[in-house]
């Protein structure tokens, strides 16, 4: 049978001691002991062994009356030292010393061996009982639960908002890196960062990073200059951290969430494992087995932490810490190749499960679909290339119209992450990605419709010997579109002046009318989109990116050529027919 893992804490965020001192019913006092805002709980234990260690399971308030104490000073005096090394070797995070009826006072070799040993040593009063200690702890651990609940949902919201924009990559690392008050970057298959957000980390994080994210890179080996040397060895145990219970390298079970003890090397892990604090929440019960993740054998102390070889799985994640920073490095998806990678100088309950989420928004929008429709798709990609024409190859790529659309985003170029999210959100892989403008040639059963972020050209659906005809209406439709600052405009498609004449009659009378435009593209273009804008020099300008007068100086050019008063709605209305014949 498989070996199960018994968790070393209970499934809920746990607490810090200071929390529990500030409890003003409770009135309890610490009077020995580190005071460090960090020491945390896991629960509260009630003992008068005069050896706990086999009852702890690590992370405790051990609470004692002080019935185990031995007569006269020597003997308590080394009794209380043994005790406290005990309770220290079991990991006990602190113990409370109860007043009454036993002892008046707390006895003084016990405060010194708490202080000796760096053990919390807090003052239980009177009125103050053990079972009240012990629901102080899980009503604080309630609350921090329901805390992390409601941050974890509103990070899920954040981060799903942001992977709906025009630059989903970029706003999903911010978000991310907003979250967790730390760095996040996305590493490509080939391990070059392709985008970062965040602040700015501390010297040798993104190093660290880029080796990480050979652990988990599914590729089999890693990028150029990117090995990876994890920091020292392992430490002791540390039993605030349920990952490093048994002092070895970060468990296969332990999530990033937990950074263990220091200098702890990278290693593989299994985000929500039965007694993480920091749980998936999304599964519905504590310790359900998270979908990125795959447990395997952690890496060991002062071994390079290098990419697997092929004959062995990549795990889906991976964490290390360097100095105070603490690492994560997640796998998006199973051969996509590309890595997220998070560093923050702190780790709060959710960090993992928020990354997590993250990771998997990440693999949606980078990830590439292999089916039986791309593989009709390399298909007819190979034969066009080799000759073929582009009416024998479409029923590769599906039967019936297509329309073809032009789209820009607001603010910034494109790049290729953000083309493939644009063609998913309009149900269409194939996708072009030409300078600053996508192209993208859809289904004709697949309406386009706006797109937040987007300016958007479509055409009339066409088959395929009229694809070239439908990229140019999609083109007009965009430069139309950016000049009427409209969301999405549609190619016109209802019957014209056009067909009541025949076309080889319109095509002649369009030469005929157009020679002295022959030669001059730049001028035909810039009279059809004057036209087509009622004449308007600003929205003419910002359809072909020129300056108005560079416009005027164009029209007037045009109008100089044809010997045509282009002020005469005749003559627009002419001419405006005879370039749509072009």
Do not use: K
Request: contains cysteine.
């Amino acid at each position: 049978m498989p070996e199960t893992f018994a968790p070393a804490v209970p499934p809920t965020p746990p607490v810090p001691l200071s929390a529990l001192l500030a409890r003003e019913d409770l009135a309890l006092r610490q009077i020995a002991g580190p005071s460090d805002p960090d020491i945390v709980i896991h629960w509260a234990h009630t003992s008068e062994m005069a050896d706990p260690y086999p009852y702890l399971l690590g992370g405790e308030l051990l609470l004692t009356a002080g019935v185990h104490i031995p007569e006269g000073p020597g003997p308590a005096r080394d009794h209380f030292d043994a005790y406290v090394t005990r309770i220290v070797a079991a990991g006990g995070a602190a113990l409370g010393f109860g007043l009454a009826p036993v002892h008046d006072a707390v006895p003084g070799a016990l405060v010194a061996a708490c202080e000796a040993h760096a053990l919390p040593l807090l003052e239980v009063p009177p009125q103050t009982t053990f079972s009240g200690v012990a629901r102080a702890v899980w009503q604080l651990m309630a609350q921090a639960r329901l805390a992390e609940l409601r941050r974890v949902t509103e990070a899920q919201q954040s981060l799903a908002a942001a992977a709906s924009r025009p630059d989903p990559v970029p706003s999903v690392l911010r978000q991310l890196a907003q979250r967790l008050s730390g760095h996040a970057v996305l590493h490509g298959p080939d391990g070059t960062e392709i985008a970062a957000a965040g602040r700015e980390p501390a010297e040798g994080v993104r190093e660290a990073l880029a080796g990480l994210a050979e652990v988990v890179r599914p590729t089999g080996r890693p990028a150029a200059g990117t090995e990876h040397v994890p920091q020292g060895s392992a430490g002791p145990p540390d039993p605030s951290h349920p990952d490093s219970a048994s002092g070895s390298p970060v468990s296969p079970a332990g999530p990033p969430d937990s950074p263990g003890a220091p200098g702890s090397t990278a290693s593989p892990d299994t985000p929500g494992s039965p007694g993480s604090p920091n749980s998936p929440v999304s599964h519905g019960s504590p310790g359900a087995p998270n979908a990125l993740s795959t447990p395997v054998a952690p890496v060991a102390p002062g071994a390079r932490a290098t990419a697997p070889s092929r004959s062995t799985p990549a795990p889906a994640s991976a964490s290390d810490t360097l100095g105070g920073t603490h690492l994560a490095a997640y796998a998006l998806g199973a051969e996509g190749g590309f890595v997220l990678g998070v560093a923050s100088t702190r780790r709060e309950p959710g960090d993992h499960t928020i990354a997590s989420v993250a990771a998997v928004l990440l693999s949606l929008l980078t990830g590439e679909h292999h089916s039986g429709a791309g593989a009709a798709r390399s298909s007819a990609l190979v034969r066009l290339l080799l000759g073929a024409a582009p009416e024998a190859v479409a029923p590769l790529l599906g039967e019936g119209r297509w329309v073809v659309v032009h789209a820009r985003p607001e603010g910034q170029p494109p790049d290729a992450v953000a083309a493939s999210a644009l063609g998913a959100a309009l149900g269409s892989p194939l996708v072009d990605l030409d300078r600053d403008v996508v192209r993208v040639l859809v289904p004709g059963e697949r309406e386009p419709y706006p797109q937040p972020g987007w300016t958007l050209g479509v055409s009339a659906a066409a088959g395929p010997p009229e694809w070239p005809a439908a990229d140019t209406q999609a083109a007009r439709a965009l430069a139309r579109a950016r000049a009427t600052r409209t969301a999405l405009v549609r190619h016109g498609a209802r019957p014209g002046l056009e067909d009541l004449v025949p076309p080889a009659d319109a095509e002649a009378h369009a030469r005929a009318l157009l020679a002295p435009l022959t030669d001059r593209a730049a001028l035909a273009d810039t009279l059809r989109t004057w036209l087509s804008l009622h004449g308007s020099w600003d929205r003419t300008a910002v359809a072909l990116e020129v300056h108005r007068n560079t416009v005027r100086q164009r029209i007037a050019r045009c109008a100089a050529l044809l010997d045509a008063d282009l002020d005469d709605p005749d003559v627009r209305m002419e001419l405006w027919f005879a370039l749509r014949q072009r």
